[in-house]
């Protein structure tokens, strides 16, 4: 949850992809995975080599290296066979010849693919089954690197990959609802801090997540944009935005978790929760952040997205346990009356579908073509957050609506003192 941690790492989406490996790293690595993309027509590459720091006593030497292409399905079937096998399942193979010389001069290869009958979804493999590199190089292993950039993209120069399209459409309406949607909950903010002569600090809490949700939309729609025409976009705003949407994130749980304790409602005593379930509460989240951490290092160019592991499983665990403290939260509550049975009624019913959504999604994603799941986890998180906000925003703002009726902040001071 807490997003900060993501500042130090390389998250910007993009499609040209750079990976740069040591001839230490490569003695150990057959098999590597560089990048995938997908689409309904032809698939442009271009991909780039180079090797850095080549003694003088090398220069004119030519390296070759494999480049496998397999098409979705063939390397679904490849996955049973050892990975120095799999190139006879590959759908295609290129030679790139690479100059070796000390100017690092860089080798480009440019091609297309198309094949398949409904999408193209293609994985580039780097063969390096027989180390050509570091054969040639068998005494200065360790300051020689190879660099290789592969890039993709569709007909007409669109660089959103198949299971992208959309994404940029999306991310456009959302950070308009939500820019809107701050601007009119502040108004009301303001008019019933104006009223009541006192914040309401459930309301400004909603406020500050709403906030969040529109800068981290904002951050992500510049983001895309530019992604839109170079494939590689801008990696400060995909950083600050994943950071502002696990702090949203956070802070919307930590929301419903208050409320069903009886926060701004009864005057209750946090003292024990305080003192065990919020650091509980606080290391759930920085678990939970880890786990999305450590899944997007480890996640690689074979997966669609960074929840398709472990890292997926044991977030969704985390939401489930959080769901069911939730409900047993709000349902310990004293009945005091219909209006209060209300409105606990519906936090219990907007409250679980904030934590069992991402689970849900997640399962989805699971047992639909594999190109399809990260619409349904990615693009299905952004969707179901902002229907969470929403729905909380119904929940709480509004003249007529129970939370208004209940709170304490409504009371008189002599009427806070007596149980409704």
Known sequence: MFGILFIFLALAQTKIITQKFSLRQLSTMDYIPISRFGSRGIVNYE??????????????QRLIIPIEFFQQDKWQAAQSINECQRKEKANRIIYQTIEVDSSEEISTLNGQLAYGKYHNVWLA?????????????PYFDHNIYFEITIWFFDEGGQEFSLEEHGLFSIVAVLTFLTIIGFYYNYRIYRKEQEKYGEKDYALLFVLVIIGLEATQNTLNFFNLLVYNSNGRGISAFAIISEIIQSIDNYLLMLLLILIAWGWTIDFINLEAQTNFYFPLIFILGIVQTLFAILGRVLSTQTQFHMYEGWAGYSISIIYILLALYFYYSANQQKKKGEIVNNFYFKLKLFGTLFFISFPVLLTISKIIDPYKSYKVVILGSMLTRLLNIALLVRLFVGKSTDYQKICIKGKSFLDREKIM
């Open 125 to 137: 493999i780097l063969n390096n089954c027989d180390h050509y590199l570091d054969k040639l190089f």
């Open 47 to 60: 991909i780039s080599s180079r090797v850095i720091n080549v003694p003088k006593d090398y220069q004119g």
